[in-house]
């Protein structure tokens, strides 16, 4: 008999739960409260339903749905039923859908009712087993069935190197990568955010971060339920929603664009924010007048931190002490972070280079690509995060740029590769370069900037046709705001596209 003590996340943040299970749990936009206690009979009903349609630890549950108290209750029946969570943007179409699926292989497929034809081709394509529904409202055929399923469920036994979740990041090859996340992964980076930012008796969390990445599904939640804290909890995020909840709420999580957003709201002031404990910024870098005007506006300073799917947060600015604004604070507890040249050699503050971490948080490596994962651990077992930063004399982490191509709009990642090979296959198009450039909302707008055949007509490479075609293929956010056509895309004496003299040119 094992006698190891149980590393299951859910048994982590249970820990955490209030001794009375009638306290709040989620605070719902239509004024409906939903208790502790409800919430472990809901994951019990649904960990009951995974186990009874074949689920095994380890097997992989692949959601994509809208946010609603119902897909949170399904990613912690995953956990609690030892299954592998597989979260999926809820804007991804056939063509990212076939990839994730087909590369994952899940036992079960949780998706839209609007997707439901889909989603059973795919099921056929990827040999997925069991495909259920789910619809924002909290009803469809995976509710159906769990609540035919006892309200009681014992949580199955998971070591801490045990799988938790993977989480798909697009790779500047153009091929996703599946970042595995362990039990303990997640375990780490949860109590040391709590702590760091200083979670107490009384906070009250307003969520308005999509679940369907490491920001609202981890960081928020996780740090909440570590609490026993009650979440507002609501279906996206709208200025005029938080003009109504703030004031009964403590902590806050957003985005950047969150922030540009409320500053334009005329009620937002140091009087209406006097309740409030904590701001918090992450996904994309926030901009150095946000974050002034902010303060000036309200009397509170955006505590800004950095992290990536492939481990969490590795770095907060702190909690007590200046919050220096461009910046993403020190290293976490735990996490180590160097900034190195092109030979590992670490380097002195003020000097640009190579962000790497290493701790309990980082992930376990990438799904079924080994290779690429001895690729981004150096000898010495750290991460290659892609990132540029510099150190400043007192220690503050600042993030410079990447390495990669990565383009952060709205706080979502997109990868330009995944673009241009499919504008690149359009009619008439010789080559594509995909970048970001400065946007006042969404941080960085997605851009493309095409060189055409010379002989090229026709709406298909005109913008629209472009843009047109792209929407029916790809998620919202990653179809280019521009496109813009060019003779020839600058090179430099390698023949590699010079994507900075294209940012310079079309941010002019």
């Known amino acids: 008999m094992n006698t190891d003590k149980n590393a299951n996340l859910f048994e982590v943040l249970r820990a955490g739960f209030p001794s009375d ?27 009951n339903l995974l186990v009874s349609l074949g689920v095994q630890p380890g097997d992989r549950v692949a ?42 292989t899940p036992r079960v497929f949780v998706c839209q009712p609007q997707m439901r034809i889909l989603a059973d081709e795919l099921a056929v394509e990827t040999a997925v087993s069991h495909v ?59 109590r040391v955010l709590h702590s760091c930012w200083r979670f107490r008796p009384g906070d009250v969390l307003l969520h308005m971060l999509p679940i369907y990445h490491v920001h609202g599904l981890f960081v928020a939640i996780h740090c909440a339920l570590l609490n026993g804290s009650p979440m507002l909890f609501e279906p996206r995020f709208d200025a005029g929603r938080v003009m109504e909840l703030l004031p009964k709420a403590t902590v806050f999580m957003g985005v950047p664009t969150y922030y540009v957003r409320l500053l334009a709201e005329a009620g937002f002031d140091l009087e209406f ?23 000036l506006r309200t009397g509170h300073t955006i505590l800004e931190r950095y992290g990536m799917t492939e481990g969490g947060m590795f770095s907060s600015n702190p909690y007590e002490g200046e919050r220096r ?75 410079v740029g990447r390495s990669r191509d990565l383009i952060i709009t709205g706080g979502l990642n997109v990868y330009p590769k995944e673009i241009e090979e499919l504008i690149d296959e359009m009619p008439g ?35 629209a046709g472009i843009i047109g075609r792209l929407k029916d293929i790809l998620a919202a956010f990653k179809v280019p705001k521009h496109v813009h056509f060019i003779d020839d895309l600058p090179r430099n004496a390698m023949g590699k596209v010079q994507k900075n003299v294209l940012r310079q040119q079309y941010s002019d």
Not at 288 to 295: G, L, N, Q, S, V
């Open 429 to 463: 198009v010789v080559e594509t370069a995909v970048i970001g450039l400065p946007h006042p909302d969404f941080g960085e707008a997605v851009t493309a900037v095409v060189a055409r055949q010379k002989s090229a007509a026709g709406d298909a490479l005109e913008e």
């Open 325 to 399: 604004g461009s910046t993403v604070g020190f290293p976490l507890p735990g996490t180590d972070i160097r900034v190195v040249d092109d030979n590992d050699a670490p380097l002195p503050a003020g000097k640009i280079g190579n962000i790497q971490v290493k701790g309990g948080n980082v992930f376990a490596g990438y799904w079924q690509m080994p290779e690429k994962t001895r690729e981004e651990f150096t000898a010495d077992g750290f991460f290659k995060t892609g990132d540029m930063g510099q150190w400043d004399s007192e220690g503050y982490l600042s993030i």
């Open 273 to 295: 924010c006097a309740r409030m404990r904590l701001f918090i910024s992450g996904s994309a870098p926030l901009l150095k007048e946000t974050f002034d005007d902010f303060r």
């Open 63 to 104: 959601v994509q749905v809208k946010k609603s108290p119902q897909a949170l209750f399904l990613y912690l029946a995953c956990l609690r039923s030892g299954a592998v969570y597989l979260p999926l943007n809820d804007a991804y179409q056939r063509h990212e859908l076939e990839y994730f699926l087909g590369d994952a």
């Open 132 to 190: 259920l529904e789910l619809d924002e409202d909290g009803g469809g055929s995976l509710m159906q069935l769990a609540a035919r399923q006892p309200e009681t469920f014992s949580t199955v036994f998971r070591r801490s190197d045990d799988l938790a979740a993977i989480l798909y990041t697009s790779g500047t090859t153009g091929r996703s990568k599946g970042a595995m996340l362990t039990h303990g992964n997640l375990a780490a980076n949860a």
């Open 21 to 47: 299970s009638n306290a709040p749990c989620l605070l719902l936009h239509c004024g409906r409260q939903i208790s502790y206690g409800e919430m472990e009979k809901e994951t019990a009903r649904m960990g």
